[in-house]
C-alpha cells in the first residue's frame, strides 16, 4: 500500500522496518534557522534523515524574491538520490507544526513526479506523546537511482498572479494567519496585510483541536465552495513564502478535490515591489 497524502503514526512505525521507506525530518525555525537540526539531533523518528528547508527546500533568497524560492529542481532530485531514493520509494515528511513545513517537501516531491509521499499525520509531536520510539544516531543509506522532472505547471509567478487579478480569472487563497492577513499582526510581516482580492484560508484551519488534520468530509465542507466557483487551475494558494501554502494544497488533496496551484514568491515577494498595492482588514 502506498500513501499519497497523510499517514498516521500506527502505520509509520509498522514500516520503520522496510528498506524502501525514506523519512524526512522537516523542522525549522524562521527566527532560529539552526533549530531544526538541533531538535533532529536530540531525538528523531528511527531512520529519519534531516531535511533543511532554508539548505534543501529552497534557493538563496534574492533581492526581489520571496524568502523561501524553489531549489534548481535538478538539484533537488540530486539530493533525493544522495538520500537514497528510487522511484518506487515511499516517502514519509514530518515537522513539529502539524505539517506546516512538511507539506512543502510532500508538494515539491509531487512537484518532480514522486506521487508516493505522505506527510505524518500530527507529526513529531504526536509521536512522542503515544511514546514511540526515537533515536539520536543518524543511518547512512545507500545512493539511489532517482529520476524525475519538474513540472512548471504546478506553480506560477508574480507576473501570472498580477495579470490575473486585473482580469479577474483567480481565486488567491492565503494560508497565513488571519491576524497577518488583516494586518492585525504588526509584527510578522515587514509590510502587514494581505494581496487586494485574496481570499484568507489560514492553514490552521485544516486541523482539528488535537492537531491533526480534520476528516475528509470536513475539509471538502471548507473547500467545495471555491471550487464551485473556479476551476482547479484558478485556484492558486499563496501565504507568507510558499511553505504553508503547500499545507492547504495537501488538505484539499485529503479531499479528494484536485490540484491547484502554487504562488512560491507569495506574500514575501509582493511586498518587495512598494508599488504593488496592499490590503487590510478582512
Known amino acids: 500500500m502506498n500513501f499519497h497524502t497523510i499517514i498516521s503514526t500506527q502505520d509509520l512505525q509498522e514500516n520503520l522496518g522496510n528498506e524502501n521507506w525514506f523519512i524526512f525530518d522537516c523542522r525549522y525555525q524562521l527566527n532560529d534557522p539552526g533549530a531544526g537540526l538541533d531538535k533532529f539531533r536530540q531525538g528523531h523518528v528511527p531512520g529519519a534523515q534531516h531535511v533543511d528547508m532554508d539548505r534543501d527546500l529552497s534557493s538563496p533568497m534574492t533581492e526581489t524574491s520571496g524568502r523561501h524560492p524553489l531549489p ?17 520509494s515511499q516517502v514519509v515528511c514530518y515537522d513539529d507544526l502539524s505539517g506546516a513545513f512538511a507539506a512543502r517537501m510532500w508538494w515539491m516531491l509531487n ?59 483567480i481565486s488567491l487563497l492565503d494560508a497565513r494567519s488571519s491576524e497577518r492577513f488583516t494586518a492585525r499582526d504588526q509584527k510578522s510581516d515587514p509590510v502587514p496585510g494581505h494581496v487586494p482580492g485574496a481570499t484568507s484560508y489560514p492553514f490552521a484551519g485544516n486541523l482539528g483541536q488535537d492537531k491533526v488534520f480534520l476528516p475528509a468530509s470536513e475539509l471538502m465542507q471548507r473547500y467545495e465552495s ?57
Open 111 to 169: 512537484w518532480i513526479g514522486h506521487e508516493n509521499v505522505a506527510v505524518l499525520d500530527g507529526g513529531i509531536k504526536k509521536w512522542v506523546a503515544e511514546e514511540r520510539p526515537l533515536e539520536t544516531e543518524t543511518r547512512d543509506r545507500p545512493r539511489g537511482s532517482f529520476t524525475g522532472e519538474a513540472d512548471p505547471g504546478m506553480c506560477v509567478d508574480i507576473g501570472f498572479v498580477q495579470h490575473s487579478l486585473e482580469q479577474e480569472t
Open 226 to 282: 471555491m471550487f464551485s466557483e473556479r476551476p482547479p487551475e484558478q485556484i492558486i494558494n499563496m501565504c507568507g513564502s510558499g511553505v504553508t501554502a503547500c499545507h492547504n494544497i495537501l488538505a484539499t488533496r485529503i479531499a479528494g478535490l484536485p490540484w491547484t496551484r502554487l504562488y512560491v514568491g507569495s506574500w514575501s515577494e509582493w511586498l518587495k515591489d512598494p508599488a504593488r498595492p496592499v490590503a487590510t482588514g478582512d
Open 72 to 88: 534548481d529542481a535538478g538539484h533537488f532530485i540530486e539530493n533525493l538520490r544522495a538520500w537514497g531514493l528510487g522511484n518506487d
